[in-house]
């Protein structure tokens, strides 16, 4: 996909599993949305092949429409139109729909039900987009950021709505910059960076067996002066050391025997006793910045 001379998505290969949910990851610009509206017909590409239930996103849309649900990232709604007719508008599109008094109670929005749609707070859009996108029981659907900016309580329902449409064999492909949630949530997870896939597998196939760990110690009493300090020599270059407060530190390094037997004998040699010491398995976030090398904003 390219937009003028720019490319977006390069050679990008990808399959999703009816039924599973598949988080696609990147950093700002990876060619994430660029993706999906690819496949939700809204954009030809340039080169390459999609297809969704064996169907041309752009030549068999009429026939792909009543099975596919969208949420954009933004928009997509009349902004003079209150919530509730929105949701009831697109639900008297299709044959079957979600009981939309129920769906709005879901996502905590039957309070805004009368509320126009442009005098709704992001967070209460980004739900009715979620709502506009599910209540025709598609078969797969499509959700752009679909907790960004969504306080942590409602963030959970929405997590734990997408897993019940997983239950009910909804295919979910989904877009975040939220690595716990695609952690949480995705069976599948592809990371692109700059328009290239990068990574793909679950998300405990891509976080096992790394060779970054990061090891967390507390110890009973404050660090003497210049401690952390000397322990940072004692590790090398190749491991960060971050102190968290004044008798507890971090640090993330290779995972090995020699960095964990490094941080005990410093313990010895300073006199410190450790009330606790973990050695931590790397997660998803980890994973990302060591393939694209800057931060999600999780
Ligand atoms: N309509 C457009 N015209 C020109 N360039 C575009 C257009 N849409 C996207 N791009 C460019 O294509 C690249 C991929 O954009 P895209 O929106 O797909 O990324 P993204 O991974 O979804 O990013 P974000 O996380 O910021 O939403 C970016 O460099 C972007 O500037």
Known sequence: MRYGDKTAVDGLSL?????????????????????LETCEGYRRPQGGSVRVFGLDPIRDRRALMPRI??????????????????????????????????LMERLALHECGRTPYRRLSGGQQQRLGLAMAIVGRPELVFVDEPTAGLDPQIRRSVWELLEELRT????VVLTTHYLEEAE??????????????????????????????TIRLVVTQPFPAGA??????????TTE??????VSLQVSGPADQS????????CEEQGVLPEALTLGQRNLEDVFLELTGREGSS
């Open 15 to 35: 399959a999703v599993a009816t039924g599973t949910i598949t988080a696609v990851l990147g950093p700002n610009g990876a060619g994430k949305t660029t993706t």
């Open 168 to 171: 009910d064999g909804v295919t």
């Open 228 to 237: 952390p300090e000397s322990l940072a020599a004692a590790l090398g270059p």
């Open 259 to 266: 960095t964990l037997a490094t941080v005990s004998r410093w």
């Open 69 to 102: 649900g969208v949420m954009l990232q933004s928009g997509g709604a009349w902004s003079g139109a209150r919530a509730e007719e929105m949701l009831h508008h697109l639900a008297r599109l299709h044959a079957h729909p979600i009981d939309t008094g129920l």
């Open 241 to 246: 050391l971050t102190v968290l407060d004044d």
């Open 184 to 213: 949480r949530l995705a069976d599948k997870v592809h990371i692109l960076d700059r328009g290239r896939l990068v990574a793909s597998g679950s998300p405990l196939e891509l976080t096992r067996g790394g060779t970054v760990a």
